[in-house]
């Protein structure tokens, strides 16, 4: 064993997921970056090793309890690691937090905020003081009663509920209703109560309409079915619910994501009238502080909040407590979030900037000899910030740390002490370790992808900015920050969309969708996961699935047996393992901790029961195929057209090394996004589309960005019109055209600063995006000229 004075952390045998018993020494107490192409197994080692066998030993320490549970989730794959301090990990967690959370929550700012009004605001002559519960729309001491401390009531009304008042109800009238044969049953209902189903709805009396969409009333009539295609039906006691009562029921009650969904285009929310949209009861707004009350200051993005308070002091206790909230406001602020406001819901957040809020807040938690793990900091930073983030690592590190980060971002890789380049290529082809140690040391690796890239970067050869063949025009767009803006974007063209964070960007990349989506076909391509359940994942995505079960329900075996295309479905009863249901794992529920997966006793992670797995087709049962990489199915499948095509487009951008079967909960935001723009090059279409894309370079390495735009440039020069939001200034520097929006974030932003090719736009005075712009460009012209 070594010694504790060891400065090394020793990895030794390392097998999780694709590393091939990988040994490796990092030192602690530095900043070092892992890096490699998507897919390579540099998260399998930052993550899946180090984090994960900091965290058993944690649990191993702090509760008895919590030993038969790493028992049954598995330590990490790996023959022994020393030196290893305690972690904490900042991973880009792929599950969404609740609407309830917010920016204040996760910061804890809220509580230092509520503790100041409870112990310094001004009550009203005579009122008691609150104590800090009140000031939480969270908590019964604090909700209004109204909206149960939401601040909003949902409302609808009869533009919402009949969007095409020339059908009838009999032709669909009432767009809100249910379909199948709960629709069918209200409309027959109707009927049966002496409403004309068959007139158009607006030649129906006033007093009509408003009683089949508004009424409280349930009359129960006896109603006689048309008879169907010699289907009898008998009559039957129906009761009748008024549209609006259905939706605000499905709204408020259903499970379902997409019914509730579906419920949500029909209601407006309006700030609920008893609080103003404040969440809080009337008693807990009417205590004040610098004339404000907390929601007034919750409402301020954070850095005029941090004026506010500067500016107030106060002393004793309402001077410690401005302080404190003065100091934790500062590093997020730093990280370029000044313009989150404390009431901002966390769901609307993206992965980068809720990330950031959180390593923001371990900056003031004065933790001392603990490992950092991150997951691509710099994601949907703009260059601008990322300078800022690198001095908020490097104060991490003086404090007493090690910092691990897992990151793409070239400036970010430059700031490390020490590099572990993983690779050399994604899935069976990387999982080894091909250098560790200072970056210089790289430049004598020739098989590394990121080498390239770090030394010998040869200028690329622009293309000629290409010709519109027409504009879109976009606008006034008055929406968040943007006020009034107004955009023209190319048509046949790629166009970047450029901005610091919070700048405005997704919200006008939206409005630019929504104002297109009569002039042809949108195609939005997000981050969004595939699927929120490990039963959704690629194959099932994709289609790839239906064809793959048909393949083994043809199989001579399969039919022999009787043996149906739904018996190779791991989502249905008959074929799959019943202990799992065709998960392939069991959760595991802990108290205070993330429910865990362990795989299935039964099964053994294979989601099928043995006889299912007993048909085979060359020679592999339907758990192996689906175990298959992309790449290897693609040559198991090459003379199945059906199959070959989706391989095809997955393999062209840059997915090969997934497989086929991985559960969705394991797809980052990056792949999930591109697995979506596969499905959507694998039926290209001859009609004009306008592709929009967010960030789509986020968690790539740059040798897979070069991948991922030959695709979009494909898309392009196939006739088609491309946006996307994009911070890789390499990606900017290639567009046809430029729209960048700024110059700050929130309040300061939301403005044009500056369109046009990237030549021009690189030389725009006010804008904070033209000098790393001109950067890129001119790197590549000194280079050329």
Known sequence: MHSSHDPFVRVRGAREHNLRNVDVDVPRDALVVFSGVSGSGKSSLAFGTLYAEAQRRYFESVAPYARRLIHQVGAPEVAEITGLPPAV????????????????????????????????????????????????????????????????????????????????VREGAVAAWPGAWQGKNLRDVLDALGYDVDRPWRELPRAEREWILFTDERPVVTVHPVREAGRIQRPYQGTYQSARRYVLHTFADTRSQTLRAKAERFLRAAPCAACGGARLRPESLAV?????????????????????????????????LTDDLLARIAPVTELGLGYLSLDRTAPSLSNGELQRLRLATQLRSGLFGVVYVLDEPSAGLHPADTEALLTVLDRLKAAGNSVFVVEHHLDVVRGADWLVDVGPAAG??????????????????????????????????????????????????????LRDVRVRVPRGALTAVTGVSGSGKSTLVGAIADGTRDAGRLVTVDQKPIGRTPRSN??????????????????????????????????????????????????????????????????????????????RYRGAHIAAVLDLTVEAAAEFFADVPAAARSLGTLLDVGLGYLRLGQPATELSGGEA???????????????????????????????????????????????????VV??????????????????????????????????????ASLSRTAPYLARALGQAAGERG
């Open 89 to 168: 990990s900042l991973e880009q967690r792929r599950s969404s937090p609740s609407s309830r959370s917010s920016v204040g929550t996760v910061t804890t700012l809220s509580n230092s905020l509520r503790m100041l009004y409870s112990r310094a605001g001004d009550h009203p002559p005579g009122a008691p003081r609150l104590d800090s519960d009140a000031f939480s729309p969270n908590t019964a001491a604090g909700a209004c009663p109204q909206c149960q401390g939401l601040g909003l009531v949902h409302e609808t009304d009869e533009d919402l509920l009949v969007p095409d008042p020339s059908l009838s």
């Open 288 to 320: 004040t502080f610098a004339g404000r009350t907390i929601a007034e200051l919750a409402a301020l993005p954070l850095t005029a909040l941090g004026q506010v308070l500067a500016r107030t002091g106060g002393e004793g206790a309402a001077r410690a």
């Open 538 to 615: 690629l194959a099932t995505y994709t289609g790839l699935f239906d064809v793959v079960r048909k393949l083994f329900a043809a199989t001579d075996e399969a039919r022999a047996r009787g043996y149906r295309a739904g018996r190779f479905s791991f989502n249905v009863a008959g074929g799959r393992c019943e202990r799992c249901q065709g998960e392939g794992f069991v959760s595991v529920e802990l108290l205070f901790l993330p429910t865990t997966y362990a795989p299935c006793p039964e099964c053994g992670g294979a989601r099928y029961e043995p006889r299912t797995l007993e048909v």
């Open 726 to 763: 994009e911070h890789d200034m390499d990606v900017v520097a290639d567009a046809d055209w430029v729209v960048d929006l700024g110059p700050g974030g929130g309040e300061e932003g939301g403005r044009v600063v500056a369109e046009g090719t990237p030549t021009q736009v690189a030389s």
């Open 673 to 723: 996004q591109r697995i979506k723009l596969a499905n959507e090059l694998q039926r290209v279409r001859r009609e004009h589309t306008l592709y929009v894309l967010d960030e789509p370079t986020t968690g790539l390495h740059p040798a897979d960005v070069e991948v991922l735009m030959r695709q979009v440039n494909g898309l392009v020069d196939a006739g088609h019109s491309v946006v």
């Open 428 to 481: 069976e082809h990387g999982g080894r370790v091909l250098h560790s140690g200072p970056m210089a040391g790289l430049a004598q690796v020739p098989e590394s992808a990121t080498r390239r890239f770090l030394f010998d970067r040869p200028a690329p050869a622009r293309r000629a900015v290409r010709k519109p063949s027409g504009w879109l025009e976009v606008g006034p767009v008055t929406r968040h920050n």
